[in-house]
């Protein structure tokens, strides 16, 4: 059924689109492999520091995040804690981007900015969202936020940008650096600060999906029952859009 679909949707993109869209699905293949990679590392990390929740939801969608304290800039220029100020006590989706890209990062912020109005249209619908940079010697606050207005971010979508040792530093704790900024993957880290319940979802996902996840994090409770299965047919099919 989805495959028809996107049969469909290549023909009516024309050929044009459709090289592109099998370029980004195969990067998309490529990248996803190697986040993998990483969270098993993380995975098998955490099983190591003895946290039996990890062991217990044999998903390796749920990741060990341990977020730094690192002193980042906003898009405004103004001086932020990254963990105390724009994580602890929330629920949060980065995706980790640069401004000079021409491929995936486009898309993961329009599915953001989508992200962001489906969720304005909801009742009580506050999502926090956060676009790392991957190059912050280009990315000036001012890039960034001229990459923001571009997609009509709103408040509470934050663009952090900041010295090269402090963003590589958040960037390996997020699980999202890479050696090159053009191997960057579209992943979005989902994170619950008040849960400690963490997974990764594909940010080239559709918004509503992307929100259904963030949604979910954001609602998991503490209790033990809750936390366990981290994600769902809905984290499974993004994965194999
Ligand atoms: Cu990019």
């Given at each position: 059924m989805r495959g028809i679909f996107t049969l469909y949707e290549m023909l009516m993109l024309g050929a044009g689109r459709a090289a592109l869209l099998v370029g980004l699905s195969l990067v998309y293949t490529l990248v996803c492999a190697r986040a993998s990679a990483a969270q098993e590392m993380a995975h098998h990390e955490h099983m190591m520091h003895g946290h039996e929740e990890a062991a217990a939801a044999?998903?390796?969608?749920e990741t060990a995040v341990r977020v730094p304290d690192v002193e980042v800039l906003d898009e405004t220029g103004r001086r932020l804690h990254f963990y105390s100020d724009l994580v602890r006590g929330r629920t949060v989706a980065i995706n980790f981007i640069f401004t000079?890209?021409?491929?995936i990062c486009p898309p993961m912020g329009a599915t953001f900015a989508r992200v962001q109005s489906l969720a304005a249209e909801?009742?009580?619908g506050d999502v926090r969202l956060i676009s790392i940079s991957v190059d912050p010697v280009t990315d000036t606050p001012e890039r960034m936020k001229a990459w923001g207005a571009k997609f009509k971010a709103r408040p509470g979508w934050t663009f952090v940008t900041g010295s090269l040792p402090q963003i590589n530093e958040l960037l390996k704790a997020l699980g999202?650096?890479?050696?090159?900024?053009?191997?960057?993957?579209p992943v979005v880290l989902i994170g619950n600060d008040a849960t400690g319940v963490w997974t990764r979802a594909n940010g080239l996902a559709s918004p509503a999906k992307l929100l259904a996840a963030i949604e979910e994090v954001g609602q998991q409770t503490k209790s033990p029952t809750a936390e366990?299965?981290?994600?769902?047919s809905a984290m499974k099919e993004m994965h194999h859009q």
């Open positions: 044999g998903a390796s969608k000079t890209c021409t491929t909801r009742a009580g999202g650096f890479s050696g090159s900024r053009e191997d960057h993957s366990q299965p981290m994600n769902s």
